[in-house]
């Protein structure tokens, strides 16, 4: 380990020369690796099984397509589809392309992927299965992109061949949370993320006979580490359920049946997946990595007492710095510690734990800031040159020239070199493993015709101990409002993992002697369980009523419609998996969170309860 001052880690210098200067084409090495195994699974699904041979003649035919639309290196091209072998062939061919892909997932509301469109400016727009077309968004014509059905027959016979793109032109534009509202777009270049894969294939090898489950949503830059990773070795693709990620009983049912070798969880979705297994081990897991939140000891423990075959890798990175920075195979002992450590920097990252206001060292053991530097920073931020600027520092610890990438994450070196990740220094925060700036929940909240002035904030939810956003709103003058009428039009807005789970409605905010809000004096956002009797018991069946009932129970909301839906009530995945265990209890056995996911007010979730009883009733 080579330190170069008291709060500063580097990595270690065999693995940086190890994995040398050079660097070569993301897509020619996918290319070698299906020349040598044509014949191998490249995709696999429930139903269809894609060859390393299918998987690259499809990549070709999309990327003719786009270099007949002028699509070259760092020229931007939107893609939404959902979770399907066409997704991974159209990323593969804006890569083969030499463009850089910008993922709009299709799950988001219109508004969101508009906005997103008219930021990045793509000239093209890759749709696929599931996809959104710029009609749907009431784009006019002049202002969209053109749009490329991938499913539709076309082959291009003549064109002009594929220019080179250089290392630092982008492979991806990833979209996060934006304190003013709007999402900021992170250009991430081919050479940075390359060379974090190729590193990734060294450090942990892949062959023909892994598998890689795919569940993450193509809009979260860790998905580009699921896809191209296994691609990369000549490894297989196991693609889970649009949206599989949210059910833990699915990844367990994928894992087992397709014998996947390798997953990326996140610490909140680990928790879920542990706790479906029950005796239903996934004895072909090998490594299981964490990213996204904090590691807590407890569950390490758990994971290494339901995987004993499984190494737990517990990962960090920002989407400013090419998905993975730093890292730590895990041991036993990390479980009977205060904290797991995130560990090292990969290969030629540094790591400076420093003072953000002289940018000066502290002592190891010292909280400090933690900052980046290094080949996998990214370029900044989309047309956002003060805010790349803001964040993005010259590096008095580097070269000429170099930069220093500020997280807004607060850490400290321990004695051993190993770095301890202790949370957020500004209002950034992860929900369930989401990234989340609270100025851009409560600018979206102010957009609301209804809502006059709005604070949000991360609560630890006294039923799960899980992190739960919550918010405080005053009603717009004049207007009337629910919680559950701010939901639903937030919804419009923003993605559901930026809803929060639990709002209160206030006349107005408390406020200090000196005009600032009083934070302390807001109400308590996690009430008593509320009581939905006089709702449910006024529904017309008794399906309805007890799927009103356990809802209005959980949900902690006094009054639930017929065809109110679960997330705009302020539902998530983690209340789902309670709401499905509740329904257990009731003597719905065999009910899966896709059920729920599929039926989401109480109207369709009974009507689909009624059809399985009438179908259980003619098999008997």
């Given at each position: 380990?080579?330190?170069?001052?008291?709060?500063?880690?580097?990595?270690?210098?065999?693995?940086?020369?190890?994995?040398?200067?050079g660097?070569?084409?993301?897509?020619?090495?996918?290319?070698?690796?299906?020349?040598?195994?044509?014949?191998?699974?490249?995709?696999?699904?429930?139903?269809?099984?894609?060859?390393?041979?299918?998987?690259?003649?499809?990549?070709?035919?999309?990327?003719?397509?786009?270099?007949?639309?002028?699509?070259?290196?760092?020229?931007?091209?939107?893609?939404?589809?959902?979770?399907?072998?066409?997704?991974?062939?159209?990323?593969?061919?804006?890569?083969?392309?030499?463009?850089?892909?910008?993922?709009?997932?299709?799950?988001?509301?219109?508004?969101?992927?508009?906005?997103?469109?008219?930021?990045?400016?793509?000239?093209?727009?890759?749709?696929?299965?599931?996809?959104?077309?710029?009609?749907?968004?009431?784009?006019?014509?002049?202002?969209?992109?053109?749009?490329?059905?991938?499913?539709?027959?076309?082959?291009?016979?003549?064109?002009?061949?594929?220019?080179?793109?250089?290392?630092g032109?982008?492979?991806?534009?990833?979209?996060t949370?934006?304190?003013?509202?709007?999402?900021?777009?992170?250009?991430?270049?081919?050479?940075?993320?390359?060379?974090?894969?190729?590193?990734?294939?060294?450090?942990?090898?892949?062959d023909?006979?892994?598998?890689?489950?795919?569940?993450?949503?193509?809009?979260?830059?860790?998905s580009?580490?699921?896809?191209?990773?296994?691609?990369?070795?000549?490894?297989?693709?196991?693609?889970?359920?649009?949206?599989?990620?949210?059910?833990?009983?699915?990844?367990?049912?994928?894992i087992?049946?397709?014998?996947?070798?390798?997953?990326?969880?996140?610490?909140?979705?680990?928790?879920?997946?542990?706790?479906?297994?029950?005796?239903?081990?996934?004895?072909?897991?090998?490594r299981?990595?964490?990213?996204?939140?904090?590691?807590?000891?407890?569950?390490?423990?758990?994971?290494?007492?339901?995987?004993?075959?499984?190494?737990?890798?517990?990962?960090?990175?920002?989407?400013?710095?090419?998905?993975?920075?730093?890292?730590?195979?895990?041991?036993?002992?990390?479980?009977?510690?205060?904290?797991?450590?995130?560990?090292?920097?990969?290969?030629?990252?540094?790591?400076?734990?420093?003072?953000?206001?002289?940018?000066r060292?502290?002592?190891?053991g010292?909280?400090?800031?933690?900052?980046?530097?290094?080949?996998?920073l990214?370029?900044?931020?989309l047309?956002?040159?003060?805010?790349?600027?803001?964040?993005?520092?010259?590096?008095?610890?580097?070269?000429?020239?170099?930069?220093?990438?500020?997280?807004?994450?607060?850490?400290?070196?321990?004695?051993?070199?190993?770095?301890?990740?202790?949370?957020?220094?500004?209002?950034?925060?992860?929900?369930?493993?989401?990234?989340?700036?609270?100025?851009?929940?409560?600018?979206?909240?102010?957009?609301?015709?209804?809502v006059?002035?709005?604070?949000?904030?991360?609560?630890?939810?006294?039923?799960?101990?899980?992190?739960?956003?919550?918010?405080?709103?005053?009603?717009?003058?004049?207007?009337?409002?629910?919680?559950?009428?701010?939901?639903?039009?937030?919804?419009?807005?923003?993605?559901?993992?930026?809803?929060?789970?639990?709002?209160?409605?206030?006349?107005?905010?408390?406020?200090?002697?000196?005009?600032?809000?009083d934070?302390?004096?807001?109400?308590?956002?996690?009430?008593?369980?509320?009581?939905?009797?006089?709702?449910?018991?006024?529904?017309?069946?008794?399906?309805?009523?007890?799927?009103?009932?356990?809802?209005?129970?959980?949900?902690?909301?006094?009054e639930?419609?017929?065809?109110?839906?679960?997330?705009?009530?302020?539902?998530?995945?983690?209340l789902?998996?309670?709401?499905?265990?509740?329904?257990?209890?009731?003597?719905?056995?065999?009910?899966?969170?896709?059920d729920?996911?599929?039926?989401?007010?109480?109207?369709?979730?009974?009507?689909?309860?009624?059809?399985?009883?009438?179908?259980?009733?003619?098999?008997?």
């Open positions: 380990m080579n330190n170069t001052a008291s709060g500063e880690i580097e990595m270690d210098s065999s693995e940086e020369a190890a994995l040398g200067s660097s070569v084409s993301l897509f020619h090495t996918i290319a070698e690796r299906a020349s040598r195994f044509p014949e191998a699974v490249a995709v696999q699904t429930d139903e269809r099984v894609i060859t390393y041979r299918e998987l690259m003649s499809t990549t070709e035919r999309i990327a003719r397509l786009l270099r007949t639309n002028d699509v070259g290196p760092d020229v931007l091209v939107g893609v939404s589809m959902r979770r399907c072998p066409e997704l991974v062939s159209s990323l593969l061919a804006v890569v083969r392309s030499g463009g850089g892909y910008v993922p709009l997932d299709p799950s988001y509301p219109d508004s969101r992927i508009r906005g997103m469109i008219d930021d990045a400016r793509p000239a093209v727009l890759l749709v696929g299965p599931g996809g959104v077309s710029p009609g749907e968004l009431d784009m006019p014509e002049e202002e969209a992109p053109t749009v490329v059905d991938v499913t539709a027959p076309a082959d291009v016979t003549e064109f002009d061949g594929y220019e080179e793109p250089s290392s032109d982008a492979l991806y534009v990833m979209y949370s934006g304190s003013t509202g709007s999402p900021k777009g992170v250009v991430n270049t081919r050479g940075a993320v390359t060379e974090l894969l190729r590193r990734m294939s060294r450090r942990f090898p892949l023909t006979e892994s598998r890689v489950l795919l569940k993450t949503p193509f809009g979260f830059d860790v580009a580490w699921e896809i191209f990773w296994p691609l990369m070795s000549g490894a297989r693709l196991v693609l889970a359920h649009p949206e599989g990620q949210h059910d833990p009983a699915h990844l367990v049912r994928k087992r049946e397709h014998g996947v070798t390798d997953a990326i969880f996140v610490p909140t979705q680990l928790t879920a997946f542990l706790d479906e297994q029950d005796d239903t081990r996934c004895p072909t897991l090998r299981v990595f964490l990213v996204g939140e904090d590691l807590a000891p407890e569950l390490l423990r758990r994971c290494h007492e339901a995987l004993p075959g499984a190494s737990v890798i517990n990962a960090y990175g920002p989407t400013e710095a090419a998905i993975v920075t730093i890292d730590h195979t895990c041991r036993e002992s990390d479980a009977s510690g205060r904290r797991v450590p995130v560990g090292r920097p990969v290969a030629r990252t540094e790591a400076h734990v420093l003072d953000a206001a002289t940018l060292p502290v002592p190891r010292t909280e400090g800031e933690l900052f980046l530097a290094g080949p996998q990214a370029r900044g931020y047309h956002r040159p003060a805010m790349t600027a803001e964040r993005f520092l010259p590096n008095p610890h580097g070269p000429p020239g170099s930069r220093l990438y500020r997280t807004g994450d607060l850490a400290r070196v321990r004695e051993d070199g190993t770095i301890e990740f202790l949370g957020r220094d500004d209002r950034q925060v992860k929900v369930r493993g989401n990234r989340v700036e609270l100025g851009d929940v409560e600018a979206s909240l102010r957009r609301l015709p209804m006059g002035d709005a604070e949000a904030a991360v609560r630890t939810d006294p039923a799960d101990g899980t992190n739960t956003l919550v918010a405080w709103v005053t009603a717009a003058s004049g207007e009337a409002t629910t919680a559950t009428a701010i939901r639903g039009a937030l919804l419009e807005l923003v993605p559901r993992y930026m809803v929060p789970s639990h709002l209160v409605v206030l006349d107005a905010f408390p406020m200090l002697p000196n005009g600032k809000l934070r302390s004096e807001l109400p308590e956002p996690f009430g008593g369980t509320a009581s939905s009797e006089a709702t449910a018991e006024s529904a017309p069946e008794h399906h309805e009523r007890t799927v009103m009932r356990v809802w209005g129970e959980l949900l902690e909301v006094s639930i419609g017929r065809d109110d839906g679960f997330f705009e009530l302020g539902g998530n995945s983690m789902l998996l309670r709401i499905r265990t509740r329904l257990q209890q009731q003597g719905y056995q065999g009910i899966r969170l896709l729920l996911l599929e039926h989401p007010t109480p109207r369709g979730l009974a009507e689909f309860l009624r059809g399985r009883d009438q179908r259980q009733d003619a098999e008997l």
